[in-house]
């Protein structure tokens, strides 16, 4: 069934690939995101709060599983998203690529500047930054929950007592 302009009405809209100076700009308005790292040959993810610097990406850790994986030869990659509680429009944005100590004086001053504060108590000392290789986005507009189907919407459930 198509509605007065040609189109279905139950397809869904059409999600927009994000140019890379968009994806850099949506990152730069929020500050959490999610550190994909490869542990003991096994993906894990950490939350992290991070800063946009100059094409980069630099968050702050201390010693750990994080550190030791990020640091190590697999590239990485960090994933942040947000919604428009207003429009429903969403957004998600992937940065992959090598992550590195920041450890010349001058980038280690130059980083502090980035103001960028660990959430979390305890010693933070490590900043690292990762120099992506991809820069991947999409915006899309968020499906109303009345909307959603799977097949275990109709599976008998138990009688509450």
């Known amino acids: 069934m198509t509605n007065s302009s040609g189109t279905n009405p139950a397809s869904p809209p059409a999600t927009e690939?994000?140019?890379?100076?968009?994806?850099?700009?949506?990152?730069?308005?929020?500050?959490?995101g999610r550190l994909a790292v490869v542990v003991d040959d096994h993906p894990d993810i950490f939350p992290v709060n991070y800063k946009v610097?100059?094409?980069?990406?630099?968050?702050?850790?201390?010693?750990?599983?994080?550190?030791h994986a990020a640091l190590g030869d697999a590239p990485v990659a960090i994933?942040?998203?947000?919604?428009?509680?207003e429009t429903?429009?969403?957004?998600?944005?992937?940065?992959?690529?090598?992550?590195?100590a920041v450890q010349l004086t001058q980038d280690v001053l130059d980083t502090i500047g980035l103001l960028l504060f660990p959430?979390?108590?305890?010693?933070?000392?490590?900043?690292?930054?990762?120099?992506?290789?991809a820069v991947s986005g999409r915006r899309f507009k968020v499906t109303p929950?009345?909307?959603?189907?799977?097949?275990?919407?109709?599976?008998?459930?138990?009688?509450?007592?």
């Open 119 to 133: 959430w979390e108590a305890g010693q933070k000392d490590q900043f690292i930054r990762i120099v992506p290789s």
């Open 53 to 67: 610097d100059h094409g980069t990406m630099v968050f702050r850790t201390g010693q750990g599983t994080k550190l």
């Open 79 to 85: 994933e942040a998203d947000g919604v428009n509680p």
């Open 145 to 161: 929950p009345n909307t959603w189907w799977t097949p275990l919407d109709d599976a008998p459930t138990a009688r509450s007592e």
């Open 17 to 32: 690939i994000l140019e890379t100076n968009e994806c850099w700009e949506l990152l730069r308005g929020v500050s959490v």
């Open 88 to 100: 429903g429009v969403a957004w998600s944005v992937v940065v992959k690529g090598q992550a590195s």
